[in-house]
């Protein structure tokens, strides 16, 4: 058995949830993939989380003595202090005892959950480009939009603990389509990945049920004017919707994940011409918008940095 002392981090999606085994560098040592079934209990996802948490730790050699902790991300709104999971409206969980349920199997083993876009933003602070900056922005542009506020290097979670919440910024007052909030004109509903595969039906010679973000890129990559045009216009929106957290928060940088930002070179032009024009003072106007450094596996890092940045505030 390893001496090494590593955390699990557990990445609970939608459509599949990612465990790992993640060491202090930020590298990943082990991980195991499977679906995220909706029709589950909470319970019942929680024991195949505790299933697969323990297949990977027998995979790296390790046993509990080898847990600084575990660290948790939850696809909705979350009490980090209680553990508790308050709503995941993919699947209609409500009031979960994340921690509560894993307590369990790991007494005395510390314990963090947060929402899964907060937790890609300590990921960036713990281990990515976030680790230059005091303060920054992390925004999620992937089947929605979700944001994530880093202040003096500490997590801004807000009275209600959904500080950052970009996607429901108003962008489109004069003709905003219906957002799955409830309001109209919701950068979610004008710039995500679903948005942007919305705009492109009928628009490119692809079967409509088939459109994706991922493919209307493609088509804008082989310089399909319609493509190009959808990416144009959600760049815009994204540039509007910066420019307000811009002017409030005066990040240091927006670092951007989700699937959405590996179209990033579409849309960064258009992002910054908007976002240039709306803001105020110089210093505004030059803030970096970066990609994230994590890649695919921002969910999980992130999850695993529930842990470690709480480490970090130690040695401060």
């Known amino acids: 058995m390893s001496n090494q002392k590593v955390v699990v981090g557990i ?5 599949k949830t990612l465990i790992g085994i993640v060491e202090q560098s930020g590298k990943i040592l082990v991980k195991k993939q499977f679906p995220t079934d909706i029709n589950d209990s909470p319970k019942t996802h929680i024991e195949k989380c505790m299933k697969v948490v323990n297949e990977c730790m027998e995979k790296a050699g390790m046993n509990d003595q080898s847990l600084l902790g575990i660290g948790v991300n939850v696809p909705g709104l979350a009490d980090p202090k209680k553990g508790v999971l308050i709503h995941a409206p993919y699947s209609g969980w409500r ?8 307590q369990e ?8 959950i947060a929402n899964d876009v907060n937790a890609c933003a300590l990921g960036e602070l713990v281990f990515g480009r976030g680790k230059q900056f005091e303060n920054f922005l ?25 500080a950052g919440e970009i996607g429901h910024l108003v962008v489109e007052w004069e003709d905003g389509k219906l957002c799955g909030c409830g309001n109209r004109g919701c950068l979610e509903a004008h710039a995500s990945g679903t948005a942007i595969a919305n705009m492109a ?16 890129a493609e088509s804008a990559y082989n310089g399909n004017k319609a493509a190009l045009d959808k990416y144009r216009q959600a760049g815009n929106y994204i540039g509007r919707a910066f420019s307000y957290a811009a002017n409030v928060l005066n990040p240091g940088a927006i670092i951007i994940g989700g699937g959405v930002s590996l179209s990033f070179d579409l849309l960064e032009p258009h992002i910054r011409e908007t976002f240039q024009s709306a803001v105020i003072d110089e ?17 999980l890092i992130g999850a695993a940095s529930l842990i470690y940045a709480n480490d970090l505030k130690g040695d401060e």
């Open 138 to 162: 992390w925004v999620t542009i992937s089947t929605g939009i979700g944001g994530g506020i880093i202040i003096d290097r500490k997590m801004v979670e807000g009275e209600h603990f959904i």
């Open 283 to 299: 210093t505004n106007k030059n803030i970096p918008i970066l990609q994230t450094a994590l890649g695919y596996e921002a969910g």
């Open 201 to 216: 039906k009928g628009k490119l010679e692809i079967e409509p049920s088939s459109i994706t973000a991922k493919s209307v």
């Open 105 to 112: 199997k790991w007494p005395g083993i510390p314990i963090h």
């Open 95 to 102: 009031n979960v005892p994340v921690r509560e349920h894993l």
């Open 11 to 15: 990445d609970n999606g939608g459509t």
